[in-house]
């Protein structure tokens, strides 16, 4: 909580990118938009059968890394969570405790797999921009560079000239636990579910919870040390 930097994963700690334009779906369009150019070849049986469309892309990109076919890859898949932005469902107390954080003095970042383009479109939705902005570290052509390597947080930490140790992650995956460990950043667990949350703990996560609403109450709590 005494955290000068927050750095936060998208897609689950502040809202569910794809609440309703779900992710299984975009997983199977992309599938079936590389069979019908027959290039369905390019995907292992567990990329075929995925319902995460960054499974998918990150294969492909195994494969052919730096193509053409990996960039118009990728815009597909930016095209499709634009639209999800747009039905995203926010996570409960998110957006209070972006806010708050933000009154309070330290100073937040994106970091995540997801477009920064996406993440744009929903924090401007929001009204939340200006609590992050520019600090918004997303994919780039680089997939090789997603978490879990640690590259987006190290480059959140390298503009806002934080120290690790001086800052926290929220995330809501293993990888990102392990981008947080390998920055040597602490580390915050979000799980909307047993099922995530579990995860979160087999990964090694000390600290899970499974709201945000606590963080928010401490934050406002009189007397509250600030740093």
């Known amino acids: ?3 000068r930097v927050v750095l936060w994963d998208f897609d689950g700690p502040i809202c569910r990118l794809f609440a309703r ?12 938009w ?8 390019l995907l292992d049986d567990t990329a075929r059968d995925s319902l995460d469309p960054h499974v998918v892309l990150r294969a492909v990109d195994r494969r052919r890394p730096g193509s053409d076919l990996v960039a118009e890859l990728e815009e597909r898949l930016t ?11 926010p996570t409960a107390w998110a957006d209070p405790l972006i806010r708050t954080w933000t009154a309070v003095g330290s100073r937040l970042a994106i970091t995540t797999n997801n477009s920064p383009r996406v993440v744009r479109a929903y924090l ?13 570290y997303g994919r780039t052509a680089d997939l090789h560079l997603l ?3 640690p590259h987006c947080l190290n480059q959140a ?13 929220i995330g809501d995956s293993p990888s990102d636990l392990a981008a947080a460990r390998a920055a040597g950043v602490p580390f915050l ?9 579990k995860l979160l703990r087999e990964a090694g996560a000390e600290h899970v919870v499974g709201s945000l609403e606590p963080l928010l109450l401490a934050l406002r709590a009189p007397g509250r040390t600030r740093e």
Do not use: Q, W
């Open 1 to 3: 909580m005494r955290a």
């Open 79 to 89: 095209k499709e969570e634009l639209r999800a932005a747009g039905s995203a469902l």
């Open 34 to 41: 590389l069979a019908g150019r027959g290039l369905h070849g």
């Open 21 to 32: 334009h779900k992710a299984e779906r975009v997983a199977a369009e992309l599938v079936d």
């Open 189 to 197: 667990g979000y799980a909307r579910n047993e099922r995530k949350a």
């Open 124 to 136: 401007d939705s929001r009204g939340l921009t200006a609590c992050f902005a520019p600090h918004i």
């Open 147 to 149: 978490k879990p390597d």
């Open 157 to 169: 930490l390298n503009a806002m000239g934080s120290a690790p140790s001086a800052a926290l992650m």
